[in-house]
């Protein structure tokens, strides 16, 4: 449970910088605001691209400080798991 506290802050902070105005009224359970993020390669996914699949968004805010270490240590943790699930995973 802990693992799915982490991962909603994350995708939370995430939609929070990508979409301040509508994220004013978003409330747990509610469908995610679409949005655009350019991976590692300069390659920019929407998230309606990956409507009916879970997607899972992990980053960090800082090295070297004793949360991102924990919820980093969550992540590998849970890895197998989120793969089993068949959801796409986005990572920083």
Not at 65 to 71: S, V
């Amino acid at each position: 449970m802990r693992f799915k506290s982490i991962i909603t802050v994350s995708v939370m902070a995430v939609l929070l910088t990508a979409s301040s105005s509508s994220i004013a009224a978003l409330k747990v359970g509610d469908k995610a605001p679409n949005f655009s993020l350019q991976d590692q390669n300069n390659i920019t996914h929407t998230l309606s691209d990956y409507e009916g699949q879970w997607v899972v968004l992990y980053f960090y805010p800082k090295d070297d400080t004793p949360g991102c270490t924990t919820q980093a240590c969550d992540f590998r943790d849970a890895v197998k798991r989120i793969i089993a699930s068949k959801s796409v995973v986005f990572w920083s």
